[in-house]
């Protein structure tokens, strides 16, 4: 039986106009090598709006499992080669129908002719291939209306492409190609999903973790990088800021413990974000919040909190409801670690009624009382440690501003 030799990659509508387009094909093709790397015999070549991969004896399941998480792929199918005369072609067609995961009932070919020269017209060769498939498959018949299976055939100039399914890829923009910007990222399920539709509008993303070592344990710190590990297969190598924000968070609570606490904590957290983001060429923070989930997260939360950065601040999950953000992070694989019971900082020193409506000059006047404040925030910028997450394992190094 024949094995898919090549796959035919595609890319999206939206990377294919103006004048990124090939910027957009760039960065794709650059992520496709780079997600092939495990498979050194394959080779790549492009035309416009597609790139073909040549399996040269890969495995094809192996692979199409890597090339469903390139962001900016929007399908892509396993395809059988053929020399360009008509018997070959039958017989790679008979091969695509009967390779179906279902036996189908009805089907139909349609051929495109990019090679002018070949001496069969598409409608000539839709007859020739689709009445050998009927001859050589007894009970099958043609629909051209609604088929089970379309035998697709593209005949270039020195070779026949037979394919009949269609992949759904990642879909989305490249990844970059909308910028970098900095992903607060906790244990819970939220921020890991928000990061990853960040990543597939063209957001490349380094992440910031708030630890309060020794209030929250070393296995809380190990949780987000797991949950991040889950984000390379989409992004390649991805920085992870551990930021320590013990002193900063209990400075805050000795000097209030009102229900404004919240309020303040999370503004302390966007300001060494944004002071992070600026050191590292981002351009905007993201972050996993949804309206109305926790009292950070009404409107009048998030418009006080948000105004402690000029930086925007981008929520993919703003108007989406938990079940959603849910089926998101199974679909990713970050779930199961997320509901994991590790406690994080978000959870110390909560007050026993926390402000759903803060006011900002109030919050404001709070923080000019807190004169070591800045110091504070700055100092924890300085002892932020950072490491690369890989899909491999991970590399530390440490940041010195």
Not at 81 to 88: E, F, R
Not at 166 to 189: T, Y
Not at 280 to 306: D, K
Request: proline residues 5%; charged residues 20%; contains cysteine.
């Amino acid at each position: 039986m024949m094995k898919p030799d090549v796959i035919v990659l595609r890319f999206g509508e939206l990377t294919l106009k103006g004048k990124n387009r090939h910027r957009f094909e760039k960065t794709i093709f650059d992520q496709v090598v780079r997600v092939m790397q495990p498979f050194p015999t394959v080779s790549l070549s492009k035309e416009y709006g597609r790139v073909y991969l040549r399996l040269n004896g890969e495995p094809y399941a192996a692979i199409a499992d890597r090339l469903k998480k390139v962001l900016g792929l929007s399908s892509f199918s396993p395809a059988y080669t053929a020399p360009l005369d008509v018997d070959s072609i039958r017989t790679a067609a008979v091969q695509a129908v009967q390779s179906a995961q279902t036996a189908p009932h009805t089907f139909k070919v349609s051929v495109r002719r990019v090679n002018k020269s070949f001496p069969h017209d598409s409608q000539e060769m839709n007859q020739l291939v689709g009445g050998h498939v009927l001859r050589a498959i007894p009970g099958l018949k043609v629909d051209v209306s609604r088929p089970d299976i379309e035998v697709k055939i593209e005949l270039r100039e020195e070779r026949a492409l037979i394919f009949s399914q269609v992949v759904e890829g990642a879909g989305g923009f490249p990844l970059g190609s909308n910028g970098k910007a900095m992903l607060m990222l906790s244990g819970g399920i939220d921020s890991p999903v928000a990061g990853f539709l960040a990543m597939r509008q063209g957001v490349q993303l380094e992440a910031v973790h708030f630890h309060s070592y020794p209030y929250t344990s070393e296995r809380s710190q190990q949780k987000v990088k797991d949950l991040l590990a889950k984000l390379t297969p989409y992004a390649g190598d991805i920085k992870l800021h551990m930021v320590p924000f013990t002193g900063v968070q209990t400075k805050i609570h000795q000097a209030y413990r009102d229900n404004l606490l919240i309020t303040l904590l999370r503004r302390a957290m966007f300001r060494i974000t944004e002071k992070l983001a600026e050191a590292h060429n981002a351009s905007a923070i993201v972050t996993g919040e949804s309206l109305g989930q926790v009292a950070s997260q009404t409107l009048s939360s998030m418009n006080v909190i948000g105004r402690a950065v000029e930086l925007p601040v981008l929520q993919p999950l703003i108007c989406m409801e938990k079940q959603q953000i849910i089926r998101i992070a199974e679909s990713i694989d970050t779930f199961k670690i997320s509901i994991l019971p590790h406690e994080d900082c978000c959870t110390l020193f909560l007050p026993p009624s926390p402000s759903t409506n803060p006011n900002l000059r109030v919050v404001e006047k709070i923080e000019r009382s807190m004169d070591w404040l800045d110091e504070e925030l700055n100092e924890a910028v300085r002892q932020t440690e950072s490491l690369w997450i890989k899909a491999e394992g991970e590399q530390l190094f440490t940041n010195f501003f």
